[in-house]
């Protein structure tokens, strides 16, 4: 009951949005059905007289001509299924899956807008995003419009189809259902289902796909061929493969026996009934031509129709629960709405005895961190990789909330602050920044979608120039409409010291008053690095800054300086202090 309730409410989740988007597809798809049941019946009494009244014509009873009405019947009859299944698959099925994956999709993108950055680095929550953006849309599919296909026209036809039959004798409905009763029933006791038993193999599947895609993508392939690493990658990418189906294999080859039983009742009782059709037609009780007819739909279709006519409770609500991961995706939490509706006056920082470990571990990651950065100030965050320095940073931009104590932004505490707000509040610059497949320009204007400026032309080239990208756009021959990367056709690659500089003009697009750059000029060697940061501290000259490193020879221009060693402060003060102390 539980399955049928979940069927219901995803049907009526589906049907929604297909009458709201496309209410004439929805309509053809159940009248269509409808249609296509009826041919099957049709069919038979078409071929039946055709038969019959064939035979008075060879026997010189009747004239050639009283057929020719029953033969443009039997060509619409055949002809009549395969154009309704060309529409329902080739049209209505691709209607179907691009409104429902615009809703999807839309919805989706939406939710993800507003989600929890926790999810994003959480295995049980990245299986629901996962699975709801590969599954709930192969699921709509089979859902709408193919199982609602199937199941009315399998029922309307099973409906025609069983009344030929207690027309020719009505017992003879018994010997036909009982054998797909029983079918039916051992069906629904045998549990198995392959992709139900695999769910749980999420993990090992997600391993070979990501293999997959290393011997696939561009950013690979170069180190792949340089290293002749590739046949080593494909035969890991084989074992990995391989080791799913086996899994594959051993749970069908367990369950072989039932699913053979369950599966094959009702073909041997094909059998039995048409030798009992044969009985009758030999007592002389049905004509020749009713005889084949209906002899030919016992064989060919009535089976398949009676299986239809339960297909959807039998199959759909294995469906039903993959869309459910698309409905535990919207139940994933969203971040906090805020209080503060204002920005604060100035912005200094602080953290007050901020501990933190990452969910679903048990390892403090930071323990009682306590330290303030002034408006306007230059901070450099310094310490080895995991220290802690970017999990303070995941922090102070609001993806993670502390498990105790407290930030503050400007004297408020950030737990006050919504998304929007932290949006306007912060501008960053990660070591792993994004390489958008975009122009130019929208790699930079991108730095402020969240309506806190309007894009000018004076604004933009500001970035630019700040950033040191002049030389970079003049040498282009779109310049800042140029097409960058080499996903689409006429792109052009930059180098990974020009891709920083853009990453750090998107950031000064934003004229967000605090700048946080997590570790960016990790590809730059320790004096070109050095030179930069120089570069930036000037940069930023009007806005608070924090500098993340692991280099205290690159921090010798900022204001200040803080150590984090083992999740706590270890030191603080200038570069000066700092080295005097043998820091």
Known sequence: MKNVSALIDTYRYLLKILLKNAPAIVILVFGLSILFGLLA??????????????????????????????????????????????????FAEARSQLVLRSAFRGEMLQKLKKMKYEHLENEASMEIIDKAYSRAENAARHLFPMYVFYSISSVVGAMGSLYIIVSIKWWLIIPILIPFILETILASRSTFNIYVELESYW?????????????????????????????YLVETY???????????????????????????ISRFAVL????????????GEVSVGLFISASLMIFNSLYNQLGGSVF????????????????????????????????????????????????????????????????????SIVGENGEGKSTMVKLLLGLFA?????????????????????????????????????????NVVIGDLSGTGTKTKDRFESALKRAGLEVVVESLPEQEKALLGKQFEGGTDLSGGQWQRIAMA??????????????????????????????????????????????????????????????VVAEVGTHEELIEADG
Request: net charge negative; aromatic share 14%; no cysteine.
């Open 41 to 90: 019946p049709f069919g038979v009494f078409v071929n039946s007289d055709l038969f019959n009244l064939g035979l008075k014509v060879a026997q010189g009873e009747v004239g050639f001509g009283a057929l020719i009405p029953f033969l443009v019947l039997f060509v619409v009859a055949a002809l009549a299924p395969g154009l309704i299944d060309l529409f329902v698959d080739g």
């Open 203 to 231: 993990k090992q599947e997600k391993e070979y796909a990501i293999l997959q895609n290393i011997l696939q993508e561009r950013d690979y392939i170069r180190e792949n061929w340089l290293n002749q690493a590739s046949d």
């Open 238 to 264: 084989k074992s990995r493969l391989n080791s799913r189906n086996r899994t594959y294999e051993k749970h069908f080859f367990k369950n072989l026996r039932k699913v053979f039983l369950s599966s094959n």
């Open 272 to 283: 039995g009934n048409i030798l009992l059709l044969l009985f009758i037609y030999i007592r």
């Open 312 to 379: 959807i409770f039998k199959w759909g609500h294995y469906h039903a629960n993959f869309f459910n991961y698309y409905r535990r995706y919207f139940e994933l939490s969203d971040d906090i709405e805020g209080e503060a509706a204002s920005m604060p006056e100035r912005f200094d920082i602080e953290f007050r005895d901020v501990w933190f470990r990452y969910p679903g571990t048990d390892r403090d990651i930071l323990k009682g961190i306590s330290f303030v950065i002034n408006d306007g100030e230059k901070v």
């Open 402 to 442: 502390p498990d105790r104590g407290e930030i503050l932004v400007g004297g408020k505490s950030l737990a006050r602050f919504g998304l929007e707000q932290r949006i306007r509040l912060f501008g960053t610059v990660f070591q792993d920044f994004s390489r958008f497949n975009i122009t130019l320009e929208e």
């Open 506 to 567: 998107r950031a000064l697009y934003g004229n967000r008053p605090i700048l946080i750059l997590d570790e960016p000029t990790s590809q730059l060697d320790p004096m070109a690095e050095s030179a930069l940061y120089r570069e930036f501290a000037e940069i930023t000259h009007d806005k608070t800054a924090l500098f993340i490193t692991h280099r205290l020879g690159s921090t010798a221009v900022t204001d200040q300086i803080i150590v984090i060693s083992d999740g």
